[in-house]
């Protein structure tokens, strides 16, 4: 599609938007009495009017029923997060019984690691990113000391090449390979939070188990944002947090996907919990632990209801609208946006550069932008006049158009508040 640089072209853009009734679902912010342009639900998803309805059903429910809720609330909660598996199963491309919800993002991944990382004196080691999200860092660093070893003998971290801003696939592809029967375990960002690149997970999956390892990915930046076939991809284990961009709410819920391969081998080793044992028996109080033969099997308490509402109303959502439509729009408005940003660009010389990989199968809606020149001040100037962006050190604001509540108009209009705050 040939872009133009205007108001009545982005306009028609969204006429033509297939998806563009679900703006009018979600709450914006307002600066200046005016909504803002919402770049940041890579980082914190919007508020829906259907998200409030599900907790105030809870909150209905809890005062009128109280302990009764667990089985007489019109969604009981005792099996309240079966809810999730379709919907969910679909979003990241895996069977219904190889996804749960429970705890936040770096709970489940410790958790993953207590079952998927058993270092041996012969094969300890981890491979990772480098940079990668400081909260993977301390999880995997913690880890290996658990386990009462050095983090810079049993962590193998994947570096950019000299003055490239992102990882090439053959170099992680060769790490693994010269790691070989050392590797236990590969533990990767599937998109990276900093640059928004999109690792071929297949491909990299493939090549940990050939090399004798357990995969396991981080989809914080993935769940929601990207096409996702955990259970054909052969991904032993994945988890994700809901509030970005599956817009559930702060610091909600994780999910977590555990492949099928697994549900049966009862020698995994895991830290159980009643929620994870066989549900006909849950309420009989045995006290020997018979996990439930799923993803499951892996939860540990009962679960936050009230955090699982908001979460459950964003999935049905998405599952009404499918990952392809989703996707389609994403591609759209995101090559909109880079389009906006190059033309911007050349009128005021080229001040910035967008560090994402412009190919699509290699990003999401992300779009990060290292500053030349321009910082933190442009940074506070588009603050101050309705556009929220995130800032990461040295000089990059990542910028993303969330398919599900931005709209083509804002993309025309963030490029023009963007020139301004250039050239004033
Ligand atoms: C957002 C994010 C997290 C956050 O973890 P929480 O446990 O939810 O606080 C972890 N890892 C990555 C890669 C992230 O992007």
């Known amino acids: 599609m040939k872009f133009q640089n205007t108001k009545e072209f982005a306009k028609e853009l969204d006429k033509q938007d297939e998806l563009s009734s679900y703006r009018n679902e979600f709450c914006f912010p307002q600066v200046k009495g005016k909504n803002v342009i919402y770049f940041a639900g890579n980082s914190l998803g919007l508020h829906s009017k259907r998200a409030k309805k ?3 059903e809870v909150m ?3 005062e009128n029923l109280a302990v009764e809720g667990h089985f007489y609330a ?3 909660w005792w099996d309240y997060h079966e809810r999730f598996a379709n919907p969910l ?12 919800v429970m705890n936040t993002l770096t709970v489940n991944l410790h958790l993953m690691m207590v079952t998927f990382y058993k270092p041996t004196s012969k094969r300890f080691k981890i491979l990772c990113e480098a940079k990668a999200f400081p909260s993977d860092q301390y999880m995997i660093q913690s880890q290996v000391k658990f386990h009462g070893l050095n983090p810079e003998d049993a ?3 994947i570096q950019r090449r000299e003055g490239e801003h992102n990882i090439r696939l053959e170099d992680i592809l060769a790490k693994i390979e010269e790691v070989g ?23 990299i999956t493939e090549a940990g188990h050939k090399a004798g390892a357990y995969v396991g990915w981080d989809l914080a930046h993935a769940a929601g944002n990207i096409k996702l076939n955990l259970h054909d991809w052969n991904i032993d284990f994945a988890a994700w947090c809901s509030y970005k961009y599956m817009n559930s709410g702060p610091g909600n819920a994780s999910g977590c996907f555990i492949h099928e391969k697994h549900h049966t081998d009862t020698s995994l080793s895991r830290f159980a919990g009643w929620w994870g044992h066989n549900k006909e028996r849950r309420f009989k109080m045995e006290p020997t632990f018979d996990p439930v033969r799923s993803a ?3 939860q540990i308490s009962n679960l936050p209801i009230l955090s699982l509402a908001p979460y459950l109303a964003s999935v049905e959502m998405f599952d009404e609208i499918g990952m392809d439509a989703l996707i389609n729009k994403r591609n759209t408005i995101t090559s909109y ?8 660009s050349k009128e005021v010389n080229g001040s910035f550069e967008i560090i994402t990989p412009s190919n699509q199968e290699e990003r999401g809606c992300q779009l990060s932008v290292f500053l030349h020149g321009e910082g933190r001040s442009l940074f506070d100037y588009l603050m101050k006049n309705g556009v929220i962006i995130d800032w990461r050190e040295p000089n990059v604001i990542r910028l993303a158009p969330v398919p599900l509540y931005c709209s083509f108009e804002d993309m025309y209009n963030f490029g023009q508040i963007l020139k301004k705050g250039i050239v004033k």
């Open 89 to 100: 199963s679909k979003i990241v491309g895996a069977l219904p019984s190889e996804v749960t």
């Open 60 to 62: 209905t429910d809890w």
């Open 181 to 203: 029967d050392e590797l236990a375990l590969v533990l990767i960002g599937g998109v990276n939070y900093y640059t928004g690149q999109v690792f071929d997970m297949k491909t």
């Open 296 to 298: 499951e099997g892996w």
């Open 54 to 56: 599900y907790v105030d």
């Open 74 to 76: 019109e969604k009981p």
């Open 337 to 344: 946006l880079e389009f906006i940003l190059q033309e911007i």
């Open 155 to 157: 962590i193998v971290e």
